[in-house]
Nanobody
């Protein structure tokens, strides 16, 4: 079965950077859309970045330039690099994969079938 496990979150000062990782198994990324979502307290889960089966990336427009999504297929790992972290980036970050979901960063969370457990990112001012 499809499994995903995030890591790399933590507490960071504003302006810092983090690299989140998502180790996955049970599927081929050449057949699945993969993405990163985040959910802040009291807010809906939102897509922030995605990468399709051909390696093409998509980002939530306000985050473009600070977020980079990438894949390392031999390591079966999805990455999200976040630069110039801001307090409003504080959220639980999830990786997700789906065979049929639209592979754009703005895709709603319910269209993705497979999820990791999340990794917390906390940014202090």
């Amino acid at each position: 079965q499809v499994q995903l496990m995030e890591s790399g979150g933590g507490s960071v000062q504003a302006g810092g950077s983090l690299r989140l990782s998502c180790v996955h198994s049970g599927f081929s990324p050449s057949s699945f859309c993969m993405g990163w979502f985040r959910q802040a307290p009291g807010k809906e889960r939102e897509g922030v970045a995605s990468i399709d089966r051909e390696g093409r990336t998509s980002y939530l427009d306000p985050l473009k330039g600070r977020f980079t999504i990438s894949r390392d297929d031999p390591k079966k790992t999805l990455y999200l690099e976040i630069y110039d972290l801001k307090p409003e980036d504080t959220a639980m970050y999830y990786c997700a994969a789906d065979q049929h979901a639209p592979c754009v960063a703005v895709a709603v969370a319910w269209t993705f079938e497979n999820w990791g457990q999340g990794t917390q990112v906390t940014v202090s001012s």
